[in-house]
Every structure is written in structure tokens, then in C-alpha cells.
């Protein structure tokens, strides 16, 4: 019990020292490693927006444009912001994630996944829900559903291969500016300390 409180003493103790040091940056680079999360937010719902224009052409749709576009937009901000920030920035913080390789991977998998597929994925029932609605396309029998899916959706993702590699790789060079943000913070010299 008293091994796991000097455990605890330990990793408060690292995280006030990270959080001393990174203070010390300049405003811009303070600014990228506590906020990078949300330009990894933004780009999603970018991804969700064009994601969800492509499939409302694709399924004719017309109508309610602000009703299919507004989750399109907020849901993949918000889950790219909070995966980003739960994966990358907050371990970063913390001293639990100390390796560039580590952090671009994560960073990348998060663009690609919470930034890029998941929206795309997420524009599919939204656009054929209002399809349906809206009587803007044929829609399958039941049998055919998944193939007619896959029929529709092909396009899209052909379309949507550069704004999810854009969206990995800016993610993916986020995450190592940040890391190489966090040890320029680190070298600095402790706040109050003079060098001779």
C-alpha cells in the first residue's frame, strides 16, 4: 500500500514538473501541444463534410442539408478531439508516452480512424436514412442490402483516399511536433535556477 502512494507522489511529482516546464515555452508552441487536439478535430469534420456531401450525391439527396450536416461536422470533432486528446496529448503530458515512433503511430492511427474512416462510415446511415426519407434513390431489397452498400459506398472511399491520408499524416506530423515540443520544454532550465 505505501509502495503504491509513493508510486502515486512519483507521477504527481513528474507531471507538475512536465506541466512547470511546458509553461515556460513560448505562447505558440504552449499553444500547439495543449491544443493540437482540436486541429485534429477540425480536420475530422472536414472529413465528415465531405464525406457526407459525396454520399448525398451519390443517394440524390436534396433535402436537409443542415440536419445531415451538423452531426457530420460535430460527432467527428468531438471524437477525434477527445481520442487525441485521451491518446497523445494527455499521455504526452503526464510523462507515460516518451518515444517519437510511439506518438506519430498513434497520433496517425487516431487521424486515420477517429479522423478520417469513422466519419465516412457514419455518413453512410445518415445519408441513406434521409434517402429513404426523402424517396431520393432506389434502395435495395432486403437481400441485397449489403451489396448494394458496397456498390454506393466504393465511389465515396475512392474519393475519400486523400483526404484520409491528409488527415493521417497531419495527424501523424502533429503528434511528433508535439513530442518535439515536449522535450524542447523539458531541456529548458529549471524556472528560478541561474546558469553560471
Not at 126 to 148: D, F, H, M, W
Request: aromatic share 8%; glycine share 8%; net charge positive.
Amino acid at each position: 500500500m505505501e509502495n503504491h502512494k509513493s508510486d502515486d507522489t512519483i507521477k504527481e511529482n513528474i507531471t507538475d514538473i512536465i506541466a512547470r516546464k511546458i509553461n515556460q515555452l513560448p505562447e505558440t508552441d504552449r499553444n500547439l501541444l495543449e491544443h493540437g487536439s482540436v486541429y485534429v478535430g477540425l480536420n475530422a469534420a472536414f472529413c465528415g463534410l465531405i464525406a457526407n456531401s459525396l454520399f448525398r450525391r451519390s443517394l440524390h439527396v436534396t433535402q436537409a442539408r443542415i440536419a445531415a450536416g451538423l452531426p457530420m461536422a460535430v460527432i467527428p470533432f468531438l471524437s477525434a478531439n477527445a481520442s487525441y486528446t485521451g491518446f497523445v496529448t494527455l499521455p504526452l503530458s503526464t510523462g507515460d508516452l516518451n518515444c517519437e515512433t510511439c506518438t506519430m503511430t498513434r497520433a496517425g492511427l487516431i487521424g486515420l480512424v477517429f479522423g478520417g474512416l469513422s466519419p465516412a462510415f457514419l455518413a453512410m446511415p445518415v445519408n441513406g436514412a434521409l434517402a429513404a426519407r426523402y424517396q431520393s434513390a432506389l434502395l435495395p431489397e432486403k437481400g441485397n442490402i449489403l451489396t448494394y452498400w458496397i456498390r454506393i459506398a466504393k465511389p465515396v472511399f475512392r474519393k475519400m483516399v486523400f483526404p484520409l491520408l491528409l488527415q493521417t499524416v497531419f495527424a501523424a506530423y502533429l503528434g511528433a511536433r508535439q513530442y518535439k515540443l515536449l522535450i524542447k520544454a523539458l531541456q529548458l532550465p529549471e524556472p528560478g535556477l541561474e546558469i553560471n
